[in-house]
């Protein structure tokens, strides 16, 4: 069974522009969990997707924002970048809408200049 | 300001001996706890997870304790391996079914 993807896998922007990440889950799972990970602050939670809907939302600002689609495959999308949004950007999947047994991509990492 | 990296708590360990991995969380009311392995460049990998009702739970090599009397989790890993080099996360989740909260991580290097 494939794993979480997420692409692209690197990427390069400057202040101001936005961006588009994508996951798609393992086979099979329904929730989508999106982290940013930094050296600053470690993992940080940005938002949960159970069946389309939102469930938690992380301390972001409402630049960050994301969605899930019908086959699950979900995308956050980052606008007006700033300099301190260069991170890795973590994707992670489970079976259910309980946070157990999150299983993670390999992430988008993600430069702003 | 100047952004200050996290400073990992670093843990050395001889190949062939056991690590212990320690780790304070914050929610007496969490409910479950997991721990991840992650290695340069690629994403936290699952390890073992445990439940608040139990104490203690096995896995290949792995053991994680938990102590909810003093909110503390710990990772054992026998006969420690070079390939176990890595940054180790706990984290826990809240007893409402919400997101994981995952601790600062520990650096694992493993002398062979």
């Known amino acids: 069974k494939a794993g979480v993807t997420q692409t692209p896998r690197y990427l390069i922007k400057t202040r101001g522009q936005q961006v588009t990440l994508s996951c798609s889950p393992i086979s099979g799972h329904r929730s989508v969990s999106w982290y940013q990970q930094t050296p600053g602050q470690g993992l940080q939670f940005l938002f949960e997707y159970f069946s389309e809907t939102q469930r938690n939302k992380g301390n972001f600002p409402g630049r960050f924002s994301g969605r899930q689609f019908s086959n699950s495959r979900s995308e956050m999308n980052v606008s007006t970048l700033e300099l301190g949004d260069s991170a890795l950007y973590l994707c992670a999947s489970s079976q259910q809408a309980t946070n157990e047994k999150l299983f993670f991509g390999s992430g988008t990492q993600l430069s702003v200049l | 300001g100047e952004s200050v990296g996290l400073h990992l708590p670093t843990l050395s360990v001889q190949e062939g001996d056991n690590s212990i991995i320690n780790c304070a969380y914050s929610?007496?009311?969490?409910?479950?706890f997991i721990w991840y392995k992650q290695e340069s460049g690629k994403g936290p990998q699952f390890i073992i997870d445990i439940r608040s009702n139990m104490d203690k739970r096995q896995g290949q090599r792995v053991t994680v304790l938990l102590n909810k009397t003093v909110k503390h989790l710990s990772l054992q890993i026998a006969a420690t391996q070079p390939g176990d080099s890595a940054v180790y996360f706990c984290a826990e989740r809240d007893n409402q079914g919400g997101k994981l909260i995952f601790g600062q991580g520990t650096e694992l290097s493993v002398k062979p």
């Open positions: 929610n007496s009311a969490s409910d479950y």
